[in-house]
């Protein structure tokens, strides 16, 4: 993959599949630690001891459209690659947490990317789902949830063209701002 962004929708998608109804992604981004953070936590239906354990194996998935899963097992990779880790835990009918660090400076850490459109695609695959999404820089805090352009935009829905385009605008702008 190409950027954060496209490793972390990924994610967002494993947790938009698994029926969340509330995602909440911290990303931390520190040059005084020298550190990448990425905190994914969902309510969805969670993951038995025997697929968690699984769950980094690209062919372990619980798709039926196809028969592997590339989004964790690439986080994974890129993890042990850039000198970070990856912990995830989950219980059943409650949800999964998902704590990726990797070595900032590390020559092979990818982009960021676009995080704006990495969002504008989440809630755009499932309008139901409350996002809030933070980005923490080592001055600065962005911080956007769902909840709150809902009621802003009511009776329009937040899936919208136009909607969704703002968002992505909104968010981007947001997280040049921290930086």
């Known amino acids: 993959m190409q950027d954060l962004a496209m490793h972390i929708l990924e ?28 905190i994914l936590i969902d309510d969805g239906k969670g993951m038995d001891e025997k697929t968690l354990n699984n769950v980094t194996s690209p062919f372990s998935t619980s798709r039926t459209t196809r028969k592997i899963g590339l989004g964790v097992a690439f986080m994974k990779a890129l993890c042990d690659q850039c000198n970070g880790t990856l ?8 949800g999964t947490k998902i704590i990726a660090k990797i070595q900032k400076n590390h020559w092979d850490v990818p982009p960021l990317g676009n995080l704006g459109e990495m ?30 352009i809902k009621e802003e935009i009511t009776p329009v829905k937040i899936i919208e063209p136009d909607i969704l385009i703002w968002i992505k605008e909104y968010i981007n702008q947001g997280i040049e701002g921290v930086s």
């Open 11 to 38: 994610l967002l998608m494993n947790s938009i599949h698994a029926n969340s109804f509330n995602i909440y992604l911290t990303i931390k981004n520190s040059i005084k630690e020298n550190l990448i953070e990425i």
């Open 87 to 94: 912990v995830i835990t989950s219980e059943i009918n409650k």
């Open 119 to 148: 969002m504008m695609y989440a809630i755009g695959a499932n309008e139901n789902i409350d996002y809030q999404f933070s980005y923490i820089d080592d001055k600065h805090q962005f911080d956007f949830n769902t909840n709150q």
